[in-house]
């Protein structure tokens, strides 16, 4: 496969709007170009795009290049349909853009404008635009980019051999061919991220030279490598291969800026990072647009596992998924009344379907391992934001009702393992009873016991906690609390292995207004206070906090979610 028809393929699925308008920029400043205006929703551009100087590599002199964005073929309705079309905006860049919109630096320039598509332009106009091209020429030059010159220009200058090489090719190739297969670990991916970003398994730096300028193109091809994969994944049927790959870049890359000195004050860093969060929106969206319809089927999940135990699997991990995908809107700090109104729409959309699939599938009832008490959180934190407590109650009570069964009849036990061996040889989901050894810890016990204290379910946590002292005492309840080290290890690997501590054992008080108490009290603590330094959340994104602790089973940190729900 060769990477131009990756490029071409991937350029295929690009939507005008927030997809191909936010690769151009990075592959502008890769060909030299300075963008002086970038995209803007919902402000007038008078037919530009993107506005960026530099130097024409065929003339040498100094220029004025324009974008007009489009998607797709260019025919006639493309052509001249209406005031969205190409020949309309070309004439409002000569009578409005050029006139009154140039910066005076810009004024004698040269100007050339690039009509940019991720399609071809059709026969059916190809005299009407050579004869407008020609009549223009002495006020401009005017060139049409499609997906054969785009898919030269960003193997040429974004994905260049000084940084793009041959074995990236090859991790890249198999990594594509592989990405509708549900059993895929990725691993080829994950080379090529490492090795672009320099960092080793470990996730230190590789001690490899990687300059300022080095890293920024090594968080495009990243961004790049991973949205092609996830484009790729979509199509072959697999969008969840595809979400799971641009986290990956994601977390990785955010991890790897991190190291930088300097990197919240570098504008350029932070562009570079907000592409490839753009990213993971877009294919969250597009991930979230596949699963929605099935959301409201009754039992909708049941086709996608063969027994009890990998259902549980499936749906669990669909909560997390569709949780983090509407956290991000609920948590955003975008700026204007506009943008709130658009993100609590998303964020309330994304609840609705959330809502329905666990209504509608009673799987959603039973996790099959204790680690699902991170997608509870989640999904709990999701619901309550938007204004969904009742549902997170009955939710909540269900839940507690299933794992107390399970606990007590030793069935069907939220198990302290990830291994799906165990599940089917000793966890109780196929026959027999679970091994008293898979029984041993648990996090769900003290973290629906926190959603009982916040929600006001006193009857809940009353059975909850005679379980825990009567029926099976030998589980020992813990907490995982995070200290200073997780800014080393949340956006790299599962941080609880290498930083933090555990409270335990954990014994419910009898009054929950006393444990209640408690959690604010680990809101309050300077280890509480710990979970708000990091990254995430001091550049306004604490999202990402939750989409690392769901992509690498760390568990979320209680003081995290006892402030957003017990201060909100």
Not at 222 to 245: C, E, I, K, T
Not at 407 to 431: E, M, N
Not at 495 to 508: D, T
Not at 526 to 553: N, S, W, Y
Request: glycine share 8%; proline share 3%; hydrophobic share 40%.
């Amino acid at each position: 496969m060769r990477l131009a028809l990756v490029i071409a393929e991937y350029l295929r699925t690009l939507k005008e709007r927030n997809e191909l308008d936010r690769l151009l920029p990075d592959l502008l400043v890769e060909m030299g170009y300075v963008p002086v205006a970038r995209p803007q929703t919902g402000n007038r551009q008078f037919g530009v795009d993107i506005a960026a100087r530099g130097i024409n590599p065929d003339t040498g002199q100094a220029e004025l290049l324009l974008l007009v964005i489009k998607q797709k073929d260019i025919g006639r309705a493309e052509w001249d349909g209406g005031d969205q079309a190409i020949r309309p905006s070309l004439n409002e860049i000569f009578d409005v853009y050029l006139k009154s919109h140039v910066e005076a630096e810009d004024i004698d320039k040269p100007v050339r404008i690039a009509v940019v598509t991720n399609g071809e332009l059709k026969q059916t106009i190809q005299a009407g635009w050579s004869g407008y091209v020609n009549d223009q020429k002495d006020r401009a030059l005017i060139e049409f980019w499609g997906l054969d010159k785009l898919s030269t220009l960003i193997e040429r200058h974004l994905l260049d051999e000084h940084i793009f090489h041959d074995e990236d090719r090859r991790d890249l190739r198999r990594a594509l061919a592989l990405a509708g297969d549900v059993e895929y670990d990725q691993r080829d991916l994950h080379r090529l991220m490492l090795r672009t970003l320099g960092l080793t398994p470990e996730g230190v730096p590789d001690g490899s030279s990687k300059s300022r300028k080095d890293l920024l193109k090594a968080l495009r091809v990243v961004n790049f490598a991973a949205h092609a994969f996830a484009s790729w994944a979509l199509g072959d049927g697999d969008g969840r291969q595809g979400l799971r790959a641009i986290e990956r870049a994601l977390l990785w890359s955010w991890h790897r800026v991190r190291a930088f000195d300097g990197w919240d004050s570098d504008q350029d860093m932070n562009h570079a990072l907000g592409s490839v969060w753009q990213g993971y929106l877009t294919v969250g969206r597009h991930y979230f647009e596949k699963l929605q319809a099935h959301c409201y089927v009754e039992d909708g999940l049941l086709g996608y596992a063969s027994d009890s135990a990998e259902l549980s699997l499936v749906a669990f991990e669909q909560i997390g998924m569709l949780a983090s995908i509407g956290l991000t809107h609920v948590l955003s700090v975008a700026g204007d009344d506009e943008d709130q109104v658009a993100q609590h729409k998303n964020a309330d959309t994304v609840a609705a379907a959330l809502a329905s699939l666990i209504s509608s599938n009673g799987i959603c009832n039973s996790p099959c391992f204790d680690r699902h008490s991170q997608d509870i959180v989640l999904g709990m934190l999701l619901l309550v934001l938007t204004g969904r407590a009742d549902i997170a109650k009955c939710w909540l009570q269900t839940l507690i009702r299933n794992i107390d069964y399970a606990f007590k009849a030793k069935r069907y036990v939220p198990i302290d393992s990830d291994s799906i061996d165990d599940l089917a040889d000793i966890g109780g989901w196929h026959s027999g009873q679970t091994a008293d050894k898979l029984m041993k810890t648990s996090w769900m016990i003290a973290v629906l016991a926190g959603w009982c204290a916040v929600l006001g379910l006193g009857e809940s946590y009353r059975a909850l906690r005679q379980g825990l002292v009567q029926d099976y005492p030998e589980t020992c309840a813990q907490l995982w609390h995070p200290d200073k080290q997780i800014h080393e290890h949340l956006y790299f690997h599962a941080a609880h292995f290498s930083s933090g501590a555990s409270e335990a054992p954990i014994r419910l008080p009898e009054d929950m207004a006393q444990w209640l108490a408690h959690m604010r009290v680990i809101v309050e603590s300077e280890q509480g206070k710990e979970c708000l330094q990091t990254m995430g959340c001091k550049v306004g994104l604490p999202a990402i906090d939750l989409i690392a602790c769901r992509h690498f089973g760390t568990p979320v940190a209680p003081a995290f979610w006892y402030r957003l729900v017990l201060t909100t």
